[in-house]
């Protein structure tokens, strides 16, 4: 239960894999099973930024009086926008009529920032004026991308191929994204609250602008699922049914990483339903 980069990785590194990728760091397979760290799905996310003629949450935020009573009133009352996501409002929707399921998790913010640069501490900083987000996540992508092992030492940082935007399918949910939070922003009731957008505008973009800003600027939701994923055999995949690892005699994977594909929405929730599911698999197991 180490997450859909760790657990594969402890098992490669205890010979449970691609045995053409564990030979070259000096690991003898025990198990040759292409399918340990394969399959890799996650959601990307990207942002569209709007000032403001109404105040936001940045009036607040972006001085350390408006933030140290925002922290006071959580912590007092456990109320306030600090009790809240920041994704204060959202939802799925399918960004075309003929879809007969949601294709498209759409956010609002009331708040705009900057990070700090790469390598850097993280820290976020409210932007000095009032402004708000539009963002998507394209919610049912189809490209698959890999983790394995850099290295047999367990301290060795991983490799991680995501292959997004591998599939013509997965490039076109990104355009109608981009698409539907067009329309959203072009509502008669956002239009009122917009000053002005700033940063990339995707109401002056082509379907072609809409995918290269997509590539340029999208960043992972940290939904990463499918590397052990569950299936009939060994063939296709690393667990059974019931979570036990093929060919290993008392031992499961119970996280995200034995997702047969990745959930339509956030994965925390099926996550804790598959543990709770598993943990009765193991004490029927043991009667």
Sequence with gaps: ????????????RSGIGDGNKLSPHGITPVIDNPNVGAHMQDHLGLNYF?????????????????????????ALARRGPMALSVNQCGGYFRSRPDLDRPDQQVYFNPVTYT???KGTRTIINTDPFPGFIIGFSPARPTSRGQVQISHADAAA??????????????????????????????????????????GEDVS?????????????????????VGTCRMGANAKTA???????VFGVDGLRVVDASVFPNITSANTNAPTM????????LIMESRK
Excluded at 238 to 244: C, G, M, P, Y
Excluded at 273 to 279: F, K, Q, S, T
């Design 273 to 280: 339903m598959l543990a709770w599911r598993a943990a009765q």
């Design 238 to 244: 690393v667990v059974d049914h019931e979570l036990r």
């Design 204 to 224: 002056q973009m082509s379907e072609d602008d809409m995918l290269d800003d997509f590539r340029k600027r999208c960043g992972t939701v940290f939904h990463p």
């Design 157 to 198: 940082k991983p490799l991680i191929q995501p292959n997004s935007l591998a599939t013509n399918q997965d490039c076109q949910m990104v355009i109608d994204g981009a698409k539907l939070c067009r329309a959203f922003a072009n509502t008669e009731s956002i239009k009122q609250l917009i000053d002005t957008p700033f």
């Design 50 to 74: 709007f000032k403001a003629n109404q105040p936001t949450l940045n009036n607040v935020l972006h001085s350390w009086s408006g933030r140290i009573k925002l922290a006071l009133q959580y």
């Design 1 to 12: 239960s180490a997450g859909a980069v760790a657990s594969p990785m402890i098992l490669q």
């Design 115 to 117: 990070t700090t640069p």
